[in-house]
């Protein structure tokens, strides 16, 4: 028990500064991946999916190629969708990341003064636990992590490694009965990358148990000592093996990681690790999608620079673990090597992320801290410096300082689609997806000729990107230019045909055209594709409608129901209306806007129109008036079907209307314009 209150002061002052650098994150948008496994995933808006999440992996995401096994993820997804009753704030997604980063922090400060006590025993260590720990907290890098809620995969996993660590090192009751397995297991179901729990903790044993030097596993004597080691950890390995292969088990076989050549992918690692190690002391330069390609070759000189890093790096964890008092040095190290070991070696479609330093700088921040703190020893004992330990405080309280604000200022990039896209472009000019998204920003706003133009930088970077060309495609169509938009669908498919969105919105754009046949042709492919994908559902219910097929369209919305419950209000109403005997003018009304608004009647008039029902068309617009008098668009509906029974005077009189309320109703003027016409000629006749 602690009996100063110093390190409680100084714990709380940490929290404090921790909760004041994320202040500003806890409305962020979603990002990135965030679109497919929250904002389109239809399983986690019904919390009792959470069992389903255990059995399967599909209900990660809306898109088959990142449909992987972390049920753990999803439940809490779950649950912050339940919390905020829906997307409309992000709030709930935020807040629980926070608190599981905070308690992350915590259980860092028992990790880390196990280690220090056990290399080098005295009271200090709790203030250099604490140090390391609230650092960790308030690094920038680690923004990244907390802001992105898909990411909370990382971060969660991270904190059950840490959980586990602090369970076997403090506590012999929970070594005795393996409790600290548990962690490790829900650890593993969050992200598999909790791999490397075994192999941390063999490590950390033969360092800090067994007293053993990397150098001196190779005696005799280092042998039994690492066979002793071997057998402490030996329950870890053999949980983490079968619950690896019974991830494997549940993967589907859509999943990829989305690289493609590995010897390209494993020769830039070294350079990237080298480049997450300087961001660890300058992380000046972040960003959410950097522009660094696979290398070509061995040939180019980076690879030397990060391979004689990476040397240098195994040359200073054996030497460090020679001497008792440097052993935390040697181990940081080890894990920060070791952590970053998965995303190495398994070729990811980026070569480099932020969220992946997360678990890592664990590790790296050990080291450094007890580094920096046995070289403050040495220079005290040497007298090198006046005013050591003042100097010492302003240094800590100015790297924190800067350590908050670097992160306040990363969650405000993080704030919108448009400020996350901008940051990446100015970072990282090369990266064709950040030019596209950056684009997709501006599109959303409105602002099509500067989407135009990103899209169009990002397609000389990135020509065969599928998806970039999805969104070519939506640009051209929201802009008129029907035969550019179709040739970019068609490049999609043909670019990516395992991936539904070019299915999904070439099918979008026949539908407006009214090819339905075609659209529904295009939206049967995406459901084979992604069978959850409910947009592309809902939609396929009211093509099947315009088909004529009603029990296609009861069938779709059948199984949306079946999918989403009664969670999703839209899938329940379609369903019922199908069954109630609605006209299909009624449901495809129903389908864009509520019951009984104007604007339901007034797609409701313009659906009897197009059926050739002039007489309803009328009764539905006038509805509409009741609900908005003076709703021009409702007076053109009625001149327009007027004109079609030949009721001249009832036309001109309801366009006549129609301009009263909206001279500049172009529609409406041609209308009357027309009924004028035809008035005459059959006067004159």
């Known amino acids: 028990m602690i009996q100063n209150r110093q390190p409680l002061v100084l714990a709380a002052i940490l929290l404090l500064m921790t909760v004041a650098a994320y202040s500003n994150s806890f409305h962020n948008a979603f990002q990135f991946d965030d679109s497919h496994a929250i904002v389109n995933n239809i399983f986690i808006r019904n919390i009792s999916n959470i069992p389903l999440f255990f059995?399967?992996?599909t209900t990660i995401s809306a898109l088959p190629a990142n449909q992987t096994y972390r049920p753990i993820m999803s439940a809490s997804l779950a649950i912050d969708y339940w919390l905020g009753n829906g997307l409309s704030d992000t709030f709930y997604f935020h807040l629980s990341m926070f608190i599981m980063f905070i308690f992350q922090g915590i259980l860092m400060v028992f990790f880390y003064r196990r280690v220090f006590d056990v290399a080098d025993s005295r009271y200090a260590n709790i203030f250099i636990a604490l140090i390391a720990a609230g650092w960790y907290l308030l690094h920038p890098a680690n923004a990244e992590t907390i802001n992105y809620m898909v990411a909370r995969s990382d971060s969660f996993s991270a904190m059950f490694i840490v959980l586990a660590f602090v369970l076997f090192s403090n506590s012999t009751k929970c070594r005795k009965w393996h409790l600290?397995?548990?962690?490790?297991?829900l650890g593993l179901l969050t992200k598999p990358v909790s791999f490397v729990f075994p192999v941390l903790l063999l490590f950390y044993i033969i360092l800090f148990e067994e007293q053993t030097s990397l150098p001196g596993l190779f005696c005799k004597q280092g042998l039994l000592q690492l066979r002793t080691a071997f057998k402490k950890a030996a329950p870890s390995f053999i949980v983490t093996i079968l619950i690896l292969i019974f991830i494997k088990m549940m993967e589907p076989s859509t999943w990829t990681p989305g690289g493609a050549s590995q010897f390209h992918y494993v020769i830039t690692q070294p350079y990237v690790i080298l480049k997450y190690f300087i961001s660890f002391f300058l992380p000046v330069a972040l960003s959410a999608d950097t522009d660094l390609t696979p290398f070509k070759s061995i040939a180019d000189s980076r690879f030397y620079m990060g391979l004689l890093f990476f040397f240098a790096l195994l040359a200073a964890a054996v030497k460090t673990s020679i001497q008792d008092r440097l052993r935390p040095i040697s181990f940081g190290i080890l894990w920060f090597i070791i952590t970053l070991l998965p995303t190495s070696l398994i070729p990811l479609a980026e070569v480099m992320n932020d969220h992946r330093v997360f678990l890592p700088y664990i590790g790296l921040m050990l080291s450094v801290c007890w580094?920096?703190?046995?070289?403050?020893?040495?220079?005290?004992s040497r007298k090198l410096f006046r005013y050591c330990n003042a100097i010492t405080a302003?240094?800590?309280?100015?790297?924190?300082?800067?350590?908050?604000?670097?992160?306040?200022?990363?969650?405000?990039v993080w704030k919108t689609e448009e400020t996350l896209w901008r940051d990446v472009t100015e970072k990282s000019p090369r990266n064709g997806r950040g030019l596209m998204n950056y684009g997709l920003a501006l599109m959303k706003r409105g602002d099509y000729s500067g989407a135009e133009k990103y899209f169009l930088k990002a397609l000389e970077i990135t020509p065969g990107y599928g998806t970039l060309h999805v969104n070519l495609g939506v640009l051209y169509e929201a802009t008129v230019k029907n035969k550019q938009a179709e040739s970019y669908f068609k490049r999609a498919i043909s670019l990516q045909p395992r991936s539904p969105e070019g299915y999904y919105y070439y099918g979008r754009f026949l539908n407006k055209q009214k090819r339905y046949a075609e659209a529904a042709a295009n939206l049967e492919s995406t459901l084979r594709l992604a069978s959850a994908h409910m947009n592309a559902r809902s939609l396929l219910v009211s093509v099947y409608l315009e088909l004529g097929d009603v029990q296609k369209a009861a069938d779709a919305a059948s199984h949306m129901v079946r999918i989403a419950g009664t969670a999703d209000k839209?899938?329940?109403m379609l369903l019922e209306s199908i069954k109630s005997g609605k006209s299909k003018e009624e449901i495809l009304a129903e389908i864009k806007f509520n019951v009984d608004t104007p604007d339901y009647y007034l797609q409701l008039s313009l659906g009897y129109f197009r059926s050739g029902d002039f007489e309803k068309s009328i009764t539905a617009a006038q509805r509409a008036l009741q609900l908005r008098p003076g709703y021009d668009l409702a007076y053109n509906n009625i001149c327009a079907a007027y004109s079609e029974l030949k009721q001249w005077d009832k036309a001109i009189e309801a366009g006549e209307e129609a301009l009263k309320f909206n001279p500049g109703n172009q529609l409406a003027r041609n209308n009357l314009l027309w009924a004028k016409q035809q008035k005459k000629l059959g006067e004159k006749k």
């Open 394 to 412: 302003v240094l800590i309280a100015l790297l924190l300082s800067a350590g908050a604000y670097g992160t306040y200022q990363r969650n405000e």
């Open 55 to 57: 059995k399967d992996s």
């Open 371 to 380: 580094a920096a703190y046995l070289f403050l020893e040495y220079c005290r």
């Open 570 to 572: 839209r899938a329940v």
């Open 180 to 185: 600290y397995l548990i962690p490790l297991v």
